[in-house]
């Protein structure tokens, strides 16, 4: 059997095949946690090598696209039993190549598991309607209908979950694809593309072409033949994306940055709370398009919170996620961790008051890894940048709110609208927050972090341009409705006309 690999060496998956770049170009895949661990080498693709994958998923689309749903599904049935069986080994190279801790890399597999499910039993509903013409004798329904080569572009912080939830649905609905995995976590990516290939899935459905945005994800997103781009990625590449797309209207979903927010009220389980903002700010190391970057609490119950969150957070064990006593991991990358500590600085500068953390970790074994402490500002304005703009590192921003009205004013004002949370006990003022929250995800008495595949997943404003993945949410994004007409009267019928 054909493998992705030979000896650390990785291809691109174009029409079945494994093959090298013709670029000839390749990029070396290192463990966050320890620079000196090479994961692999992978190909830095160019526009070449973009088109002739986009040629093998034309091709494949013409048939591909009349196989029965039912079907096409039977062979990602067959797909996830593979990733059940390979769970663990997929969870454990995960963090080798991301950094996040086993626990969190089990359930990022978990998630491309049950997506993968969820899509493969669509396979047997894409449900459209009928529904009752105007006219007599005449019949009326709406149906799904492919829509052809879906170009998939993925971030680096749930290296096998999001390439699953573009790839399950884009292949459920008849379409064929070309995945470009991040840059820093291609390895995840190859494995479910391989489950896939092993399942049976036929050549040039699914085409894998590794590489960086500007030479391998912008050919793809220019391509003429490539009429659905489904990205997840930073603000700024998601605008230049919609700038592509948009002169051909291209189908285009953008998924992109978030500043979510977590509401502490006085009557909250304060308990509750601090476990809830501590795994939502610190889990995966607060690289998550939903992590918790900002706390607003209650002025009455804010010096007690903030001395359990502080006391939680410096006492958080960092280092390598493979080993069980770690609780946080590295950053991703060198530029992430600057990121972070330019952020530290910015935070400081503006009157934040640094409660713990603050510094790159690199003693001993943290060395040769982005580590930084878990990092705490106190005392935040709304309108500091450390409490508007999106961080994607270990900093959370803790902001005191006089109550509920204020609160929410708190967490809508920013360009943002993924996701938030309220810990509260009164149902009133949980209903209240349900109904204002103005985000696509809204959690009570649970941290801002935790979707299920089996609902929408997005957000408002700036995070996204109005679309949503997951659920049935995604089938909508994946094909277009064609409404039929079926007239058995045996006459011209005119709507509108002829019946009044
Ligand atoms: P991050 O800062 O989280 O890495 P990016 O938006 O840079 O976010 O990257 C997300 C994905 O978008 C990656 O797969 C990356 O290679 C890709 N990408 C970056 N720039 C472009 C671009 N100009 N066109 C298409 N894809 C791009």
Redesign the pocket.
């Known amino acids: 059997m054909a493998t992705a690999s030979a000896s650390h060496a990785y291809k691109n998956f174009i029409n079945g095949e494994w093959v090298a770049p013709r670029s000839g170009k390749t990029l070396e895949n290192r463990n966050p946690g320890n620079t000196d661990e090479l994961i692999g080498i992978f190909p830095l693709s160019s526009r070449e090598d973009v088109d002739v994958a986009v040629s093998a998923a034309k091709e494949a689309y013409k048939t591909w696209r009349l196989i029965p749903a039912p079907k096409r599904a039977e062979i990602l049935f067959r797909a996830v039993e593979l990733l059940v069986k390979r769970k663990e080994e997929f969870s454990r190279d995960m963090t080798r190549e991301m950094g996040k801790v086993l626990a969190e890399t089990r359930g990022d597999v978990q998630e491309a598991i049950d997506m993968t499910y969820y899509m493969a039993g669509e396979g047997r509903r894409l449900f459209g309607q009928t529904t009752p013409s105007e006219l007599p004798n005449k019949f009326a329904m709406s149906l799904r209908q492919s829509i052809g080569v879906c170009g998939l572009?993925?971030?680096?912080?749930f290296p096998m979950a999001i390439p699953a939830w573009k790839m399950m649905p884009a292949l459920v609905c008849g379409n064929t694809l070309v995945i470009?995995?991040?840059?820093?976590t291609p390895l995840s990516t190859y494995h479910l593309v391989e489950m896939l290939s092993e399942a049976g899935l036929p050549p040039g459905v699914v085409n894998l072409v590794g590489?960086?945005?500007?030479d391998?994800?912008?050919p793809?997103?220019k391509h003429a033949d490539v009429p659905v781009i489904s990205?997840?990625?930073?603000t700024?590449?998601?605008r230049?994306?919609a700038e592509?797309c948009a002169p051909t209207f291209k189908h285009y979903s953008l998924e992109m940055g978030g500043k979510n927010i977590i509401l502490v009220m006085d009557d909250a389980n304060l308990d509750l709370a601090v476990d809830g903002a501590i795994w939502g700010g610190f889990g995966t190391t607060g690289q998550r398009c939903t992590a918790a970057s900002r706390v607003g609490i209650h002025k009455s119950v804010y010096k007690e919170f903030v001395g359990r969150f502080v006391e939680r957070a410096a006492k958080l064990r960092v280092g390598n996620g493979l080993d069980p006593s770690v609780e946080m991991g590295p950053c991703?990358n060198e530029q992430?961790l600057q990121t972070v500590m330019s952020y530290v600085e910015i935070g400081v500068k503006e009157g934040a008051k640094l409660l713990t953390g603050g510094h790159r970790l690199a003693g001993g074994e943290l060395a040769k890894g982005w580590f930084h402490e878990p990092t705490v500002f106190g005392d935040c304005q709304p309108k500091m940048r450390v409490a508007q703009e999106e961080i994607?590192g270990p900093v959370v921003s803790l902001i005191p709110i006089d109550g509920l009205e204020q609160g929410i004013a708190v967490a809508n004002g920013v360009p943002y609208g993924l996701s938030a949370s309220i810990y509260t006990r009164d149902v009133n003022h949980a209903f209240a927050a349900m109904r204002d929250l103005y985000t696509g995800i809204v959690y009570v008495n649970a941290p801002t972090i935790g979707a299920e595949t089996h609902l929408p997943f997005g957000g408002t404003k700036q995070t996204g341009n109005g679309h949503r993945e997951a659920a049935v949410a995604a089938i909508d994004f994946f094909t277009e409705w064609k409404s039929v007409y079926i007239d058995y009267s045996d006459k011209l019928q005119r709507a509108q006309i002829d019946n009044n």
């Open positions: 572009i993925t971030p680096w912080n470009k995995p991040a840059e820093d590489g960086d945005g500007p391998a994800g912008a793809l997103t990205f997840t990625g930073s700024s590449t998601g230049i994306i592509t991703i992430q994607f």
